[in-house]
């Protein structure tokens, strides 16, 4: 048990929930998220692999620092990295308060940033690992009210090659997947009207769903996609087509 778990931040609804779901029958898994939930099983048994809540602020370092540490200590370097984590709050750039737009940043890009900080030095040294970030449709094409989410989503684009570049000798995969319009909580605020203007825009019309965004991560950390790095795989029912 100790050489092979996996992370997944935000892993307590949405799609960081079904990619728990999805993995969790062959795979260790800790998740992160910002209050309790209950799990399917919290302790390893035996051969069997167990899946683990941490509850974290992703976005305070001291607090990742600690629990990184506390992870790697228990069960060593993780095998694969799955960056979930993500918020929105949307707004028109003018009236976007500052708290508003850091807590954007925060989230979908600096806590990548301190994930990275304290567990890739250890998969560095063990020479192998796979780390996969979920970006978004919107950091390829624009949303009005989400130039935070926007901002923060294509940055991640960036930081995925380059990540990628300076970690590829040590036997590390820097990928990224960027999901369209998935049925999820998010979703599922908006009013009738605007899902079904949302979905003729898409070329499948209809939205996509946590399960399959899933299924497609499930492929990428996987020995299958094992010659694949520094790249981007969008999942959106052929939007940006």
């Known amino acids: 048990m100790k050489d092979s778990w996996i ?3 935000g892993g307590s609804r949405g799609i960081g929930a079904a990619i728990v779901n999805e993995l969790c029958m062959d795979h260790n898994i800790v998740f992160t998220s910002r209050s309790l939930k209950s799990v399917k099983d919290e ?8 899946v683990k809540q941490v509850v974290c602020d992703s976005c305070q370092n001291e607090e990742v620092k600690a629990i990184a540490n506390q992870l790697t200590e228990c069960y060593g370097p993780p095998s694969v990295v799955i960056h979930n984590a993500g918020v929105t709050l949307d707004d028109l750039h003018i009236h976007q308060s500052v708290e508003q737009w850091r807590n954007v940043i925060d ?9 990275n900080k304290y567990l890739l030095p250890g998969m560095m040294a063990k ?14 094409k624009g949303n009005i009210g989400q130039t935070a989410y926007g901002a923060s989503k294509a ?3 960036g930081l995925t090659r380059s990540l990628a570049l300076e970690v590829a000798r040590f ?11 998935i049925d999820t909580e998010m979703t599922q605020r908006l009013s009738p009207e605007a899902m079904k203007k ?3 825009k898409i070329p499948l019309r209809r939205t996509g769903t946590a399960e399959e965004v899933a299924k497609v991560a499930r492929f990428m950390i996987s020995e299958s996609c094992g010659y694949m790095t520094g ?10 087509a």
């Not at 302790?43 to 167990?50: S, T």
């Not at 989230?107 to 994930?115: M, V």
């Not at 790249?231 to 940006?240: I, N, P, W």
């Open 155 to 157: 940055a991640l684009f």
């Open 107 to 115: 989230t979908n890009l600096n806590s990548i940033f301190y994930w």
């Open 127 to 140: 020479s192998g690992g796979t780390i996969l970030i979920v970006s978004s449709v919107t950091g390829l």
């Open 231 to 240: 790249q981007t795989l969008v999942l959106d029912g052929g939007m940006t």
């Open 43 to 50: 302790n390893a048994v035996q051969d069997k692999p167990f």
């Open 198 to 200: 949302l979905r003729s």
């Open 171 to 181: 036997g590390i995969r820097i990928n990224c997947l960027a999901p369209g319009v």
């Open 7 to 9: 992370l997944v931040t």
